[in-house]
């Protein structure tokens, strides 16, 4: 269940329907992330594709000679745009295609503002729109490029998953015939979840290349900002981390920090070796002709070099400046461990450490307030004190109110300690690695219990029930999991872990976001209601059964 190369083919397929000749690629800033993330420039410009637009740009020219792909969202910005494109078409000929189904009213509007006969085909089907109609949107779409008609289940302690899984098992089941879905003895499995179960895991350092860069430097549709590295190269100020066309990156993003290390040192002495030397002489045609072959090979590893040793070097730089090892191993101590004697007392040190940043320090306080809320001898008061003390803004003391209220043990529909925690923290302490790594490993995402109880049949249906009648006698080979509220790259490698560990399952996740620690409290903000911008797809989580 490969979702980038599901969305890839539909691309190529749009692309290849409009026949030969040069083209147009026409989006939307979400469509435009997507393909981004699919295709690189080079690979689409082989396919003829020479101009890519956004179809709210309002000074595009005038290209009769260029066919149109649209590739839009079906909301109802993007056809009113539309319509008005096609009332004075700026190009030869539309192919016009939706990420999902709309409505037999929007297609009869496009079709009465096509008074020119320029659109050729247009792709959509009738679908009743929802109150999570983005989430919806995201699911259905990935569902359809699979070929998958789920089972579903859901978190029963939250509204908005059995709302979720309602509005998308209405749209599949519609629509179940007409995409003619592959029919399979074991039916795939939609778990629906939310991401207030587990506040805790997007709250915490986490120590893997790919997630590092997220956490650090932040990781957006594969781009990493670098503008602000001191000393940092014009051509490094962004760069591009993408594991289909980055080896080094698709062989290291899920190992822990210090073997990045070890690798980038073995991948800068590989290329030492296969560097030209300076005074290569190109006295002949066969010594002319293996430079120009091995050329482009030696450019490409010399830009992957700089990148990753630029990005390493600025990590490195990132965990001594902010004292992330002293900040994490209290932050495992605090998610994994039930000694509220010894966490009180590293939390309050390090909230005195000048080093310490400010959002560090109240990412501190926040997993002290959801471990040990109803503690009978919490120190949180104090340690909101100590905030103020060290000048932290109100907004971000007013964050660890919010973060509780979002995630805290009223609202969480399971514990995350549990009295077999220490056991079973113990044994994977001494398991897969060795030395001071494991301090800062032990924690593991909720999800990845959650996934294991799935897969060996054991997920009770009092607490994640079936949407209808029927339920699933066998034990799922498919799973698509969907986190409300956002997934994070911990949870990614559970589930990365989990399908290299169980023959013959595969797991797909998905999420509304893909969150670091700030995208996190920004949704945490929205969600209960002390923020006016709120995520697409997410709302308020206190409406619970």
């Given amino acids: 269940m490969n979702v980038t190369l599901a969305v890839k083919q539909y691309v190529t397929k749009m692309i290849e329907n409009s026949g030969p000749g040069m083209k147009v690629l026409l989006m939307d800033r979400e469509t435009t992330s ?28 005038n290209m009769k000679h260029l066919k149109a792909i649209c590739f839009l969202r079906p909301t109802k910005e993007n056809v009113e745009q539309l319509i008005q494109e096609l ?41 009743e729109s929802s109150m999570l109609s983005r989430c919806t949107h995201g699911l259905t779409s990935v569902l359809l490029a699979l070929k998958k008609c789920p089972m579903i289940r859901y978190q029963l302690s939250s509204d908005m998953a059995k709302r979720l899984g309602e509005s998308v098992k209405q749209i599949i089941t519609k629509e179940y015939e007409l995409f003619d879905f592959r029919k399979t003895e074991v039916p795939p499995v939609l778990l629906i979840l939310d991401r207030s179960d587990d506040a805790i895991t997007p709250l915490l350092n986490q120590w893997t290349y790919q997630a590092m860069v997220h956490e650090l ?26 594991a289909d066309n980055d080896e080094f990156y698709a062989n290291n993003l899920y190992l822990n920090f210090g073997e990045i290390g070890t690798n980038i040192k073995n991948l800068m002495e590989d290329f030492q070796k296969k560097k030209p030397k300076g005074q290569q002489k190109l006295e002949s045609i066969s010594d002319m002709k293996a430079f120009v072959e091995n050329y482009p090979q030696f450019k490409k590893m010399s830009g992957t070099v700089s990148k990753h040793v630029t990005v390493v070097g ?43 940043t400010e959002l560090d320090a109240v990412r501190l306080v926040m ?131 989990l399908n290299r560990s169980s023959p013959g399952v595969r797991i797909v996740l998905g999420g509304s976001s893909i969150h670091n620690t700030n995208s996190f409290l920004e949704e945490v903000m929205s969600a209960t209601g002390h923020s006016s911008d709120r995520p697409a797809g997410t709302g308020r989580h206190s409406n619970r059964n």
């Fill in 34 to 61: 997507i393909v981004s993330v699919v295709y690189t420039q080079s690979e689409i410009l082989q396919k003829e594709v020479y101009l890519f637009e956004r179809i709210d740009s309002k000074n595009r020219d």
């Fill in 87 to 127: 009332r004075r078409p700026k190009y030869s000929v539309y192919f016009i295609y939706f990420s999902n189904v709309i409505s037999k009213s929007e297609i009869k509007a496009l079709a009465e503002a096509d008074e020119q006969e320029v659109v050729a085909e247009v792709q959509g089907r009738s679908w």
């Fill in 217 to 242: 430097l932040g990781l957006n549709n594969n781009r990493i900002d670098l503008s602000r590295v001191p000393g940092i190269s014009k051509d490094l100020r962004e760069v591009v981390l993408s």
């Fill in 314 to 356: 600025e990590l490195s730089r990132l965990v001594s400046e902010r004292r992330l090892m002293e900040v994490s191993e209290v932050e495992q101590e605090l998610a994994c461990q039930n000694d509220h004697s010894s966490a009180q007392q590293k939390v309050r040190r390090l909230l005195q450490n000048p080093r310490v």
């Fill in 367 to 497: 997993l002290y307030a959801l471990r040990y809320e109803r503690h009978s001898s919490s120190i949180l008061p104090a340690l909101m004190d100590e905030l103020s003390k060290r000048g932290v803004s109100e907004r971000h003391r007013r964050m660890v109110k919010s973060v509780v209220e979002y995630g805290g043990k009223r609202v969480r529909g399971s514990d995350l300690i549990t009295a077999t925690d220490a056991v079973a923290i113990t044994k994977q302490f001494f398991k897969g690695f060795s030395g001071v790594e494991n301090v800062y490993t032990q924690h593991q995402p909720l999800l990845n219990d959650t996934l294991d109880q799935l897969i060996k049949g054991r997920l009770k249906d009092s607490q994640f029930p079936y949407l209808g009648a029927s339920s699933l006698r066998d034990r799922p080979q498919d799973i698509i999991v969907f986190i409300i509220g956002g997934a994070t790259f911990e949870e990614a490698l559970s589930v990365y872990n």
